[in-house]
């Protein structure tokens, strides 16, 4: 599946938080940190742009993939 290119900072973030059980912790700049317990402790942060880089995109979905156990699809199906 390829990456969609129109997609901000803010509503990732948020589609994270409430589908994936992160939770904003504070707001560093233009960057959004997230921060999860389950299933270990992950921190990640999200950059408050308008759109969001592939490469910035594919590593944020990577990183809560991996952490999650899920395809980077059912990440991208919440969104």
């Known amino acids: 599946m390829k990456l969609p290119r129109d997609i901000a900072g803010k509503p990732l973030a ?3 938080c409430r589908h994936w059980l992160y939770r904003k912790v504070h707001q560093s700049g233009s ?4 921060e999860t317990e389950y299933p ?3 921190r990640i942060a999200v950059p408050d742009h ?3 880089r592939v490469g ?3 590593s944020i979905l990577r990183a809560v ?3 999650k156990g ?3 699809e059912a990440i991208l199906e919440t969104l």
């Open 50 to 52: 308008d759109v969001l």
């Open 70 to 72: 899920v395809s980077r």
């Open 40 to 42: 270990s402790h992950q």
């Open 31 to 34: 960057h959004i940190i997230l």
């Open 65 to 67: 993939s991996v952490h």
């Open 56 to 58: 910035t995109l594919n």
């Open 14 to 16: 948020e589609a994270l």
